[in-house]
């Protein structure tokens, strides 16, 4: 029988109530290391007995966990609420006061829990970094001249995500977007960006609502628009600034002066469903929270991240805080646009079609904010009225259970979202543009129609990949067939790099 081992072990041992392990550790029966993957893309690796003991103390678990493991600020934060363990940490520092597991601990004891330690690092104790910045990307370093342990984490107490250094995510850094951007920048003439400037804009305020399974009035899409041409101003985020934002993007019913001052959650539209989806966190955890989010947004401005990483981070904080009642999803990808133009890798004027990517992946999108909300939800109980109008959580909703995630898949499916952005739907709108101009010069030699019908019979072909179908025949009523087929023929010609990348 399998013997649980580190975070595993500290789990089931203190019976800590925390999202599941995406990975765990256990003391096979086995002669030979195992690893299983399961659909839902959790791992359990095995290792063989005489590779550790299966009777292991909690320091010798933490131990374990703080080698071999991915940093989980969540277990320890829920770990180190245990009188237990830090009288154990304690006695740890006390017995080997130069060792670096034991100095990590009680570092991150007083850090996520406040404890205090009878503890000095002896002199010439080498210094220790949480992260390894080898397998991790790394935040500005902050010493402790307490435990000789250099605090090298993303943003801060009060939010912090991790972002592993995978074999996806250093090959996606390897891309170097933002030169592949200047690139594509500078090779389209003025005039044609400005065009492709335009559906771009169009584009990502259809998608950031199409994410919602909205369709927004003129109205409302004019005031996205006009959020979106904000991206980019200088400054640090603020209350004061956030809300200005999201009191552009909403109903004047709907719009806020300060972050949300009540619990608020999600529920899918239904008749009494009275269930949460996801219980953000509370409200005095909110502001706190947002001052972390906007540190981590600042290190794409710094220099600190890569700006897609930073943006990411940053733009899933908020949406995870969820600061307003209304408005936090389209503001949370506007914030993706805003960081990525303060620190220069997208051009003032011009956005990349983000929002568009993730509708036409919105399985994974919803699978991501999913992956952090659904986990957590769980773990509280709560009583929602009968008309779903408030909510009263009855479990505590600690810091640590909403502060600390792995980002890492986050950042990966963004940046592979702008990839293709700049790689193929910047490519592809300029392409569109250039065969839309050749074909209303050949047309016009000989066809009399007014400009916006010959610009909606064009779409049309195109959309028809290069014919016009008998369904929409009608449009062109008064053209005879032989016409209708000239005009195909030049469509079909000019437009056939287009619909080649389209299909």
Same mark, same amino acid.
């Given at each position: 029988m399998a013997i649980p081992l580190g975070y595993n072990a500290l789990i089931t041992r203190f019976n800590l109530a925390v999202p599941p392990l995406r990975q765990t550790f256990w003391l096979g029966v086995r002669a030979a290391e195992t690893r299983t993957q399961a659909l839902d893309g959790t791992e359990r690796i095995e290792l063989p007995r005489g590779r550790a003991s299966a009777r292991q103390s909690t320091v010798e678990q933490l131990t374990f966990a703080l080698k071999r493991e991915h940093l989980n600020l969540t277990v320890l934060g829920a770990l180190f609420e245990h009188r237990q363990v830090l009288t154990e940490i304690q006695e740890w520092l006390t017995r080997r006061p130069t060792s670096g597991y034991a100095r990590q601990a009680g570092y991150l004891a007083h850090w996520l829990a !406040?404890?205090?330690?009878?503890? $000095?690092?002896?002199?010439?104790?080498? $210094?220790v970094r949480l992260l390894n910045s080898d397998d991790y990307l790394v935040g500005p370093e902050t010493s402790s001249p307490q435990f000789a342990v250099v605090n090298n984490l993303l943003g801060g107490r009060e939010f912090s995500p991790l972002v592993r250094k995978t074999g996806t995510l250093r090959e996606l850094l390897a891309e170097d977007l933002r030169t592949k951007v200047d690139k594509a920048m500078d090779a389209i003439e003025p005039e044609m960006l400005g065009r492709a400037a335009d559906y771009l804009y169009l584009s990502e305020t $259809?998608?950031?609502y199409g994410l919602e399974d909205e369709v927004p009035n003129s109205h409302r899409a004019a005031k996205f628009r006009q959020l979106l041409e904000m991206a980019g101003e200088p400054g640090a985020l603020s209350e004061e600034k956030l809300c200005d934002w999201q009191n552009l993007i909403v109903t004047p019913l709907s719009a806020e002066s300060s972050y949300r001052t009540s619990q608020n959650w999600l529920s899918r539209p239904g008749r009494l469903r009275n269930i949460a989806d996801f219980i953000p966190p509370p409200v005095e955890q909110v502001a706190p929270m947002m001052e972390a989010v906007g540190r981590v947004a600042a290190y794409a401005t710094e220099g600190v991240l890569d700006p897609v990483v930073a943006a990411t981070c940053a733009a899933f904080g908020l949406v995870f805080v969820h600061p307003f009642f209304d408005g936090n999803g389209r503001l949370h990808r506007f914030l993706l646009h805003h960081v990525l133009r303060q620190s220069g890798f997208t051009?003032? !004027?011009? +956005?990349?079609?983000?929002?568009a990517r993730m509708l036409k992946q919105l399985d994974r999108y919803s699978s991501l904010l999913k992956s952090y909300s659904k986990p957590r939800t769980e773990l509280l109980d709560y009583r929602l009225d009968s008309d779903s109008a408030t909510i009263c959580v009855t479990t505590p909703q600690p810091l640590w259970l909403y502060a600390y995630f792995d980002a890492t898949e986050i950042c990966e499916f963004v940046l592979q979202c702008c990839k293709l952005c700049v790689e193929e739907d910047l490519a592809s709108e300029v392409e569109y543009l250039r065969s839309h101009d050749q074909t209303v010069r050949e047309l016009e030699t000989w066809l009399d129609m007014r400009q916006s019908k010959l610009n909606s019979l064009i779409d049309i072909i195109v959309q028809g990949h290069g014919s016009l179908s008998r369904r929409k025949r009608n449009?062109?009523?008064?053209?005879?067939?032989?016409?209708? !087929?000239?005009?195909?023929? +030049? +469509?079909? $010609?000019?437009?056939?790099k287009y619909i080649d990348q389209q299909l």
């Open positions: !406040g404890a205090d330690f009878e503890y $000095r690092a002896p002199a010439g104790s080498p $210094r $259809r998608s950031t051009p003032a !004027g011009v +956005v990349l079609p983000i929002s449009f062109v009523e008064e053209l005879t067939d032989e016409q209708v !087929g000239r005009i195909e023929e +030049v +469509v079909a $010609r000019n437009f056939v």
